[in-house]
């Protein structure tokens, strides 16, 4: 069973903003990718943050990450979307009831009040449902690799997450989120 996932871009759109100066973000092709066909080049704009396009041997890439889990799990494949530059990507071998999977982190800085994220994944038609996928989130004090807590609602200084992942046989996607003012899943509630 495999999971690709070709593409990591992470953007910021408005570093700074209150709410009361929030801007409204561009739709269509008014964005930061409509100037970067393909993604060619799409790093050198100021308001990327981070880009990973996985073009480079394992171990190159893996310098760009601070906390690399699994690395048997990794690997560097041909495998990518007609849409963007680039040569290679990320296959991410899922071998459920074997392991409890593989993951790439890093830490981005401060000074961050929005991000947007973007990517690619391709998840193999034998790949049985997962648990647990794309996250992303906050940590005070930061942290160099991801945390826990599943079922515990944070208290709003310390953590936020939150997560995407595929869900039940039709793979929909579903939001999987723990901050402060959270409340329980149904039916019971519980966080």
């Known amino acids: 069973m495999k999971l690709y996932c070709l593409l990591l871009l992470i953007t910021v759109v408005d570093v700074g903003a209150t709410v009361a100066q929030e801007k409204v973000l561009p739709q269509g092709d008014r964005g930061i990718a409509a100037r970067y066909p393909g993604d060619t080049g799409i790093e050198s704009d100021e308001g990327v943050v981070f880009r990973e396009h996985f073009n480079d041997a394992l171990s190159v890439v893996k310098m760009r990450w601070e906390s690399v889990h699994q690395e048997d799990l990794l690997s560097i494949d041909a495998d990518v979307p007609n849409s963007r530059d680039g040569n290679r990507s990320l296959l991410v071998t899922h071998l459920g009831g074997e392991s409890?999977?593989?993951?790439?982190?890093?830490?981005?800085?401060?000074?961050y009040d929005k991000l947007h994220y973007r990517f690619y994944v391709?998840?193999?038609?034998?790949?049985?449902?997962?648990?647990?996928?794309?996250?992303?989130?906050?940590?005070?004090?930061?942290?160099?690799?991801?945390?826990?807590?599943?079922?515990?609602?944070?208290?709003?200084?310390e953590r936020f997450t939150t997560g995407v992942e595929p869900f039940g046989n039709n793979w929909q996607w579903d939001y999987y989120s723990y901050w402060r003012d959270m409340r329980g899943s149904p039916p019971r509630g519980q966080c």
């Open 100 to 111: 409890d999977g593989a993951h790439l982190y890093r830490r981005l800085g401060k000074g």
């Open 122 to 157: 391709k998840f193999d038609s034998a790949c049985a449902p997962i648990h647990h996928f794309f996250h992303v989130g906050g940590y005070a004090p930061p942290t160099a690799w991801p945390q826990g807590g599943a079922g515990v609602r944070p208290s709003g200084t």
